[in-house]
């Protein structure tokens, strides 16, 4: 069965600080993958999606970037943090792009930036 | 563009009584799927139900039913004989058919009474 792993669960960085996020998907191939964030009792923001390797896809400007260096592997990434980074978020995966299939999500990072 | 609009911030629902949640969207493909997804305090997104826009009939699913008028263009989530354990928020999502992204709504928080 496949299986979506995210980490750390929670993080609290001070502003100016780097941020790596990982995210892995285990028993499937070329899924497409999905950094969202979320602020405290908002809706889900698509910040980057990937349908293959070095594929990356983004959806806002922003400070953060997203990298896939394998075909299960996301990283979400900033160089230097910012207050407004602070939030929820949420890695995903679905399916190949020509299937109606559900979007699989890991637990998600609390991040706060200070 | 896609968008995703779930005009209900809150509601309260008694207990064994059953709720609607609203959902429109708006689209200009041909063909693509709508989901529901809840998201309990602990934050992970648990899939509830599909529909896919050539779909004949509307999704059940246990307890939860997709109210789909594809002409109106809405996707409405209906849960019968609610549960305590219902209380959460609710997110519509649409992918298209022949897209990678999942766009979500800004979602719709539930609260179940006793």
């Known amino acids: 069965s496949q299986t979506i792993h995210q980490w750390p669960a929670t993080l609290v960085q001070p502003v100016g600080s780097p941020l790596s996020l990982e995210c892995t998907v285990e028993g499937t191939s070329n899924p497409n993958l999905y950094w969202y964030r979320q602020a405290a009792g908002r809706g889900l923001q698509l910040l980057f999606y990937s349908v293959g390797i070095g594929q990356i896809s983004s959806e806002v400007p922003q400070n953060l970037s997203a990298s896939r260096p394998q075909d299960r592997q996301f990283i979400l990434s900033s160089k230097k943090l910012l207050l407004s980074d602070s939030g929820f978020y949420l890695c995903?995966?679905?399916?190949?792009?020509?299937?109606?299939?559900?979007?699989?999500f890991g637990q998600g990072t609390r991040l706060t930036v200070v | 563009a896609q968008k995703i609009t779930q005009t209900q911030p809150g509601m309260f629902v008694q207990e064994k009584e059953a709720v609607t949640l609203d959902c429109t969207y708006d689209?200009?493909?041909?063909?693509?799927?709508l989901f529901w997804y809840k998201q309990p305090s602990s934050g992970e997104m648990i899939f509830l139900i599909y529909?896919?826009?050539?779909?004949?009939q509307n999704a059940t699913e246990g307890r939860y039913s997709l109210n789909f008028q594809k002409a109106r263009k809405s996707a409405n989530l209906v849960i019968s004989a609610s549960q305590l354990g219902d209380s959460a928020m609710y997110f519509c999502a649409m992918r298209k058919a022949a897209g990678n992204k999942l766009t979500f709504g800004g979602g719709t928080r539930v609260l179940v009474k006793p």
């Open positions: 995903a995966w679905s399916e190949f792009w020509d299937r109606d299939t559900e979007a699989f």
């Open positions: 689209t200009s493909d041909p063909s693509y799927g």
């Open positions: 529909q896919g826009s050539y779909d004949q």
